[in-house]
């Protein structure tokens, strides 16, 4: 029912929604299921995205949750969590990978001029293209505001000189939402402007490397005097740190909906593979409580989204939590599963526990260290004041 | 209810417990309607009384009230809770009547109801029971153990004793929870007042994060709770206990850390939170044992319950 584009009425409810999309993929679900066994190459990953994606945009539900202005269909933001947490209970897609337009989009949608995101939105939505988010340097990680990537006006361009460092799936990505220094140097949060840059344009080299788990996610993109039309800033001069901040709410919400639909099934997966005993259960209990707070966490979070709440430094809490469950399933199923699954085995199920449990180490780290988080509960929450 | 009402019943409520110091707050919360108010809005009444009872550490009878009411009796009935650590009916049917293990919460001279193994429950008549005042680490906690075989004085029916597990165990969740975080706030107060090196521990990055830490486990518990009032099931109820249990021994933990010296006297208010904590943590299943339970039914039935959902 929710499935034409023509259809005008009114947004669903969440449980609704959810019904007729199940409904849905069972339905499709030999054409949306992967051409490949097991997790696939980061290729195959990436096609399979794409035809995902490519199915429900066509039949409208990957609009859902998105402004009208920008060729979305309105509605909650619930509802794009709903489209990632189904598409991900039913392993068609790598959760991390159908969360790249949360973390990317919204810059887009709220700062970029309407007519530029109207333009692009939906080739983002519909799988027909891939961006990437530039932010992190090599000397700019955690310190986000210290970025030197450079942006120099030259008439109706701007023309950028620097490199960018874990710029994820870029040799995929014809986008990319850069922020460079606009600023004097020193000039921290200040001093940066965001761009909507073409991935094509002479003078980006895209260099892919290997994370942990062997895939060539990573990249680093190297800027040499690149020229961008200036129509294509987003946020106003010096106003990309707002940008960048504005992605929080939806990378901290929706984006971990789906990584937790991916946990549950992985742990689901866990007890399917192992026999019950006391300490097996005292290891999978801890591994579901864990989960369940983020769970629990999560809901309340975006519910307070979607309810009009500005969300600020408390999702901290629910950034720390991913980080913990994650962490302690993919412990659980080192400790659990028969021993050389992780360490020796070579079919493709073994190797796809080998990948996400070295994967599984990222979760502090990315986003927002571990560490960060607790800096920012620490000052923000708990009112502790400066740090030594 | 809505808001106003919560937050009206809500402020009653606190200024009312916290006017007794942690003292028994049975008639203080008898006079404002707390038997009324737990028959007509029993999933309200027991988020607010049972937080601010954890809040101010307060003594009540409060929680065999719970049970009482979700058994189908009047508040105020006396009860008989399981044995510590367990969740199983207290009573097993004998020829001769009733044999009883458990515990009762300020045991009065008025029959007791038993919930027994066979699914009824059963009045009986305390005085054949032996009953010992349980010191154990939380004397104030006001808690006895019951024990012995005596006759049924009344046959009450069957007993919806899985209701009454699951009411005592949200009633217990809330009042971990609060208590959790009046550990954090009282180690949170200590860092930013004490002064060591020429500045306030809470500057130290190793404190920080403990207190951090600390509140990410009493975030987590709160909103447990929340879930579990959102969409009710046993399952969610057992979650937010191991949660908010958690949430307790973490505060405790690091808050004790953090309050070093002082959180190792009996001069502090600290320790009252943590002696109440550790020992409502046992009471229907213990963090742990509801942990090793929720994992086993994650075996039997190799399925992830979503528990909540959007």
Redesign the interface.
Known sequence: MFSSMQDQRPEPDVATFRRELDAWLDERADELAPAFAGAGTLGEQMTQLAKVKGHLFEDGWMQWGWPERVGGRGGSPLLRAVVGEAVVDRDLVVSGYFAMTEVLAPTVVDFAPDELAAEFLPRLLSGREMWCQGFSEPGTGSDLSSLSCRAVQDGDHWVVSGQKLWTSLSQYSQRCVLLTRTGPPGSRHEGITAFFVDLDTPGITVRPFPIISGDDEFAEVFFDDVRVPAERMVGGLHGGWNVAMSLLPYERSTSFWFRIAFLRNRLAALAATVDADPHTEAVVGEAFVQLHALRARSRSTQHRLAGGHTLGPETSVDKALVAAAEQRLFDAARALLPAGTIELAADPASLRWRDEYLYSRAASIYGGSAEIQRNIIAKRLLGLGDDA | MDADDRALLTATVDQAVAARHGADADAVLVELGWHDLLVAEPVEAVAVVFTALGRENARSRCLADVIATALGAAPGTGVVLPAHGGSRPPGLRTDAGVSVDGLVLAPTAGPLLVACDDGSVVEIDPGGLTIREVEGIDPTLGLAMVTGEVRVLTEVGPAPWDEAVDAARLALAHELAAAARVMLELA?DH??DRVQFG??I????AV??R???A??AV??AD??L??AH?EPSPLATA?AK??AG?AATTAAAHGQQVLAGIGFTRDHEFHRYLFRTIALDGLFGSS?A???????L???T???P?????
Do not use: K, W, Y
């Not at chain 2, 979503?306 to 959007?310: E, N, Q, S």
């Open positions: 949170r860092a930013v500045r306030p809470a500057s130290f990055q920080r994060h207190l951090a830490e509140l990410i975030e987590a909103s447990a929340e879930a959102a979650l191991v949660l958690r742990n509801l942990t090793r339970e929720v994992g086993a994650v075996l039997r190799r399925a992830v979503r528990v909540i959902d959007l």
